[in-house]
């Protein structure tokens, strides 16, 4: 680096070092990533090897990785609990899907639900379709909950799935 350099702090910043394991003795190397795609050899073994490129990070054009701090996904994201918790105990009748603004596969669940309970008082049938219907929603609960803010944005704000 020079000092009389324009814009020296890029140059003082540090390089980060990029981790390869040497392919013969499995040694745990620590390079520069400007040494990518070189070929080295390993200071334990002597033997030659290909340093890897590096993985490639997200980068700023990667739709994915931008919505994963803007508001849009925090404000969905924060029905997730509710809707979770509402598949895991009220299940049969969709309420968490209507929290997420699914309303159609919502309005067939509740719709299903109330035939149940409406009509398995006279007929059997409707009365193990009410479980299978609560089986769904505690399934989708849990799928909910377990999901990553961003992939709970992306499978159901924007891909819109309507079950599971
Ligand atoms: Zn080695």
Not at 8 to 35: D, G, N, W, Y
Not at 50 to 56: D, M, Y
Not at 115 to 125: D, S
């Amino acid at each position: 680096m020079h000092p009389d350099s324009q814009y020296p702090s890029i140059e003082v910043a540090p390089t980060p070092k990029m981790s390869v394991f040497c392919p013969h003795c499995q040694t745990r190397l620590s390079v520069s990533p400007s040494q990518a795609g070189n070929s080295a050899e390993c200071p334990n073994c002597s033997g030659k090897f290909q340093i890897p490129l590096p993985v490639a990070s997200p980068s700023g054009s990667n739709a994915f990785y931008d919505r994963a701090s803007s508001p849009e996904v925090r404000a969905f994201a924060s029905k997730k609990v509710a809707a979770g918790v509402c598949g895991l105990l009220l299940g049969g009748f969709g309420v968490h899907k209507f929290i997420l603004g699914l309303n159609k596969p919502a309005t067939i669940m509740l719709a299903s639900a109330i035939f149940c309970l409406t009509f398995g008082l006279c007929l059997i049938l409707p009365l193990f379709l009410l479980p299978v219907l609560h089986i769904v929603g505690l399934i989708e609960g849990i799928l909910y909950l377990t999901k990553s803010d961003e992939e709970f944005y992306q499978t159901y704000a924007i891909e819109e799935r309507e079950w599971f």
